[in-house]
T-cell receptor, first 112, second 113 residues
Framework: KQEVTQIPAALSVPEGENLVLNCSFTDSAIYNLQWFRQDPGKGLTSLLLIQSSQREQTSGRLNASLDKSSGRSTLYIAASQPGDSATYLCAVVYSGTYKYIFGTGTRLKVLA | NAGVTQTPKFRILKIGQSMTLQCTQDMNHNYMYWYRQDPGMGLKLIYYSVGAGITDKGEVPNGYNVSRSTTEDFPLRLELAAPSQTSVYFC????????????FGPGTRLTVT
């Protein structure tokens, strides 16, 4: 079964710390992987999209990497801030499908 | 550019009632999706569409119906609402899932009592 897993489910860190969120998928044949942010009671905001042919994407303090052979992606957040507190979800589009498969997310809390 | 819009924002239904959740996008995206999100869970795909007139079931389609008569609109119909359909519903669209981002609407919070 094509699945997406995110560990840990929750993470609490002090402000200023660099941190890594993990996303695992079960099949290396993917079109792309997308990272989202969701604030409480809100919709999902796209952060980064990594195509299958790419190894990483960067936006500001965020860097996402993709290793298809191991079925893993990481989202690196540099110098975390309280405003980064949110739930982070990853979604994978497996090759040959039109559907996004979502992980259950990592709930991040950055303490001031 | 409004992106993906959803109405209503909130709704309370009684068991057995029906309703339609509206979704509209103004980005000329062919691909549109309906998800539900239960507390502490990820998103589950209900139905999706690859273009006007073409729809297909996702992971959790029972109790729902969809139609896609135009590129812009993708309404989700709940027939005979049940407490298990209490959830937050998100509509999303994409130019093409093989290469492009998916954009989300703000969601509809539905309670069935």
């Amino acid at each position: 079964k094509q699945e997406v897993t995110q560990i840990p489910a929750a993470l609490s860190v002090p402000e200023g710390e660099n941190l890594v969120l993990n996303c695992s998928f079960t099949d290396s044949a993917i079109y792309n992987l997308q990272w989202f942010r969701q604030d409480p009671g809100k919709g999902l905001t796209s952060l980064l999209l990594i195509q299958s042919s790419q190894r990483e994407q960067t936006s500001g303090r965020l860097n996402a990497s993709l290793d298809k052979s191991s079925g893993r992606s990481t989202l690196y957040i540099a110098a975390s801030q309280p405003g980064d507190s949110a739930t982070y979800l990853c979604a994978v589009v497996y090759s040959g499908t039109y559907k996004y498969i979502f992980g259950t997310g990592t709930r991040l809390k950055v303490l001031a | 550019n409004a992106g993906v819009t959803q109405t209503p924002k909130f709704r309370i239904l009684k068991i057995g009632q029906s309703m339609t959740l509206q979704c509209t996008q103004d980005m000329n995206h062919n691909y549109m999706y309906w998800y539900r999100q239960d507390p502490g869970m990820g998103l589950k795909l209900i139905y999706y569409s690859v273009g006007a007139g073409i729809t297909d079931k996702g992971e959790v389609p029972n109790g729902y119906n969809v139609s896609r008569s135009t590129t812009e609109d993708f309404p989700l119909r709940l027939e005979l609402a049940a407490p298990s359909q209490t959830s937050v519903y998100f509509c999303a669209s994409s130019l093409g899932p093989d290469r492009y981002e998916q954009y989300f609407g703000p969601g509809t919070r539905l309670t069935v009592t």
